[in-house]
């Protein structure tokens, strides 16, 4: 195998612009509650390499609801503590048949490779530094609940964005769909190239000036566990780029504040900001399930 099986949903970066549109399209006609058994008979693979509770949990019901088997495979408890391969591990689940893997790993590229060399569907449920293209896809869906187009939006990324897969597909997504997009951090979370890497990304390092007229906010967690020895000033970074409702005021006063999760209190922003009538954060996760219904009916040829 070299080219991975119809179906596999690794990246936003190479996913066609029409693909996009018929994720979006699929994931706002699923109904968790009202779901034809369109996966019924096939067999789902959840391998987490690393800590997941809502990709794992909604990409789980979202099978279920589909009437799909899902069985869970962690590193931890798994033969993958032994030393097993990756394309150890793939053959293995292929052996007792799977249809399809759901992959997380902390290695960018990992559920690539192992798409290159299985003949089943995989998707990326988050691979290191590089991508999480349901997350991307479930907050486009998100977005259009509260707006009427992603076209001529502003958008505003805070925090961590170097190390989120988060970030890089929401960037590849939002900007492809026509969104303007301003990056905002210290220079040792959103490096001077950021802006660069893409057409219509805008930094800044001052939050204040990130978020005048912008429509949608997106916060990040600090990946203390790819921080790799760098010392962030926990102080520091909540003074110049805590998310306070003093600061929600400089955006659009209908503007949604978004975040991936797990949301850290008090660090990348403050409950009162966490629990105000503009955050979106537990419609996201809610939205993850219809918009990985969709991507799972999509990898297994059903949709
Ligand atoms: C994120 C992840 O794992 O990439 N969470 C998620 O999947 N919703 C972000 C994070 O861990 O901070």
Do not use: W
Request: charged letters at 20%; hydrophobic letters at 45%; a positive charge.
């Amino acid at each position: 195998m070299t080219t991975p099986a119809r179906g596999s949903l690794l990246g936003i970066e190479h996913l066609e612009t029409k693909e996009i549109l018929r994720l979006l399209q699929l994931a706002r006609r699923m109904n968790p509650q009202k779901a034809r058994p369109l996966l019924r008979g096939k067999r789902i693979v959840l391998l987490f390499y690393e800590a997941s509770t809502r990709t794992r949990t909604s990409f789980e019901f979202a099978a279920k609801a589909l009437g799909a088997t899902t069985t869970l495979v962690l590193s931890s408890g798994s033969s993958i503590e032994k030393g097993e391969s990756i394309i150890d591990t793939g053959n293995t689940l292929r052996a007792v048949g799977a249809d399809c893997i759901v992959m997380r790993h902390p290695a960018a590229g990992a559920p690539h490779f192992m798409a290159k060399h299985l003949d089943i569907p995989i998707v990326n449920a988050g691979d290191g530094m590089h991508e999480h293209p349901s997350q991307a896809l479930l907050d486009a869906v998100t977005i259009l609940k509260h707006k009427k187009s992603l076209k001529g939006l502003q958008a505003t990324i805070i925090g961590d964005i170097f190390h989120s897969r988060v970030a890089r597909s929401a960037c590849h997504l939002l900007t492809r769909m026509g969104v303007k997009m301003t990056l905002c951090g210290p220079p040792e979370l959103v490096p001077d190239v950021a802006a660069t890497l893409m057409p219509g990304l805008r930094l800044t390092r001052h939050i204040e000036e990130a978020l005048r007229g912008t429509d949608v906010i997106m916060l990040l967690r600090v990946q203390s566990e790819r921080l790799a020895g760098l010392k962030i000033q926990l102080q520091d970074y909540i003074a110049r780029y805590q998310m306070t409702a003093a600061r929600l005021k400089l955006a659009k006063r209908d503007a949604i504040v978004m975040h991936p999760g797990p949301i850290i209190r008090g660090l990348e922003l403050t409950a009162e900001v966490a629990d105000c009538p503009q955050s979106v954060i537990v419609d996201e996760v809610r939205n993850g399930v219809p918009t990985r219904m969709a991507i799972l009916a999509r990898a297994l040829g059903r949709a």
